[in-house]
T-cell receptor
């Protein structure tokens, strides 16, 4: 049962345009959401996060939007740059008695063409 | 430099031959975790540890063992590897088990079981 889903395996955009990566979740108990970026032959690195009590968080060219009623979040990258080409993972966290559990989506391969 | 290291980076082995993948972090983090990445499935948690001598199962623990005898090390043990354990493995650490803490990932270990 995939609780966090990224339905688009890949996305291609032109340099300078907006990239929008989407993520849907099913568990209403998730209280924190994160995006990680992964380059080939490297481990994922943290990009941006948002608490469930907010609907938007911005950090430079990256903005994450959260729509709790739709159980949907998205990552906007504006303007996109070739160096943004990577796999992006959406992740969600829920607090349990034994600690927080992090559930990842399948990932979306973003390619930004020069 | 703050980092998570994994060894080996690449490993080809045969069914049934016990192996250990080491993981070490130099950030004095309490929380450590192992993930496997498979095409179309994203990152799935195998085991995690909230502190020394405290470990627990993640989503896909079958066929794996872990130990946490020291804070900095969290080895992943495959007692009798099988071909379905062919995957890309990542170790991660964070300051605490709070899902809001950024997880720092190692560079990955690509394992092939023949």
């Amino acid at each position: 049962d995939q609780q966090v889903k990224q339905n688009s395996p890949s996305l291609r955009v032109q340099e300078g345009r907006i990239s929008i990566l989407n993520c849907d979740y099913t568990n209403s108990m998730f209280d924190y959401f994160l995006w990680y970026k992964k380059y080939p032959a490297e481990g994922p690195t943290f990009l941006i996060s948002i608490s469930s009590i907010k609907d938007k968080n911005e950090d430079g060219r990256f903005t994450v939007f959260l729509n709790k009623s739709a159980k949907h979040l998205s990552l906007h990258i504006v303007p996109s740059q070739p160096g943004d080409s990577a796999v992006y993972f959406c992740a969600a966290s829920v607090r349990e008695t034994s600690g927080s559990r992090l559930t990842f989506g399948e990932g979306t391969q973003l390619t930004v063409n020069p | 430099e703050a980092q998570v290291t994994q060894n080996p980076r690449y490993l080809i082995t045969v069914t049934g031959k016990k192996l250990t993948v080491t993981c070490s972090q130099n950030m004095n983090h309490e929380y450590m975790s192992w993930y496997r990445q498979d095409p179309g499935l994203g990152l799935r948690q195998i085991y995690y540890s909230m502190n020394v001598e405290v470990t627990d199962k993640g989503d896909v623990p079958e066929g794996y063992k872990v130990s946490r005898k020291e804070k900095r090390n969290f080895p992943l043990i495959l007692e009798s590897p099988s071909p379905n354990q062919t995957s890309l493995y990542f170790c991660a650490s964070s300051l605490s088990w709070d899902g809001r803490d950024t997880q720092y990932f190692g560079p990955g270990t690509r394992l092939t079981v023949l």
